[in-house]
């Protein structure tokens, strides 16, 4: 990681990485948005909108999301994501109502 990017706050860096990694979910219709940053346990919660709702392919992205974010940050360990999908795509864990901020 350069200087640069170790000055910047862990959300800034997790949005640069999504638009770097994942443009298609812009360029689909799309949007990914962080619904919150725990550092202190490491977690993260990612909700994905517009098109991403009704995709056949999101379930992948979100696996994609996932395991590509904790592999590229030390500090996150876990990444809940949802597709607003109700259930298809999304796993009991994604239900953001207990989130802590």
Do not use: Y
Request: hydrophobic letters at 40%.
């Amino acid at each position: 990681m350069s200087t640069i990017d170790a000055e910047k706050s862990l959300e800034d860096r997790i949005e640069l990485f999504m638009m770097r990694n994942f443009p298609q979910i812009q360029m689909h219709g799309g949007r990914a948005a962080i619904e919150g940053i725990d550092e202190e346990s490491g977690e993260v919660w990612i909700a994905l909108g517009g098109a991403c709702s009704g995709c056949g392919i999101s379930p992948m992205t979100v696996q994609a999301l996932k395991s590509r974010m904790v592999s590229e940050f030390d500090e996150i360990r876990t990444v809940h994501a949802s597709t607003g999908m109700g259930g298809f795509g999304s796993s009991p864990d994604d239900d953001f109502s207990d989130v802590p901020f």
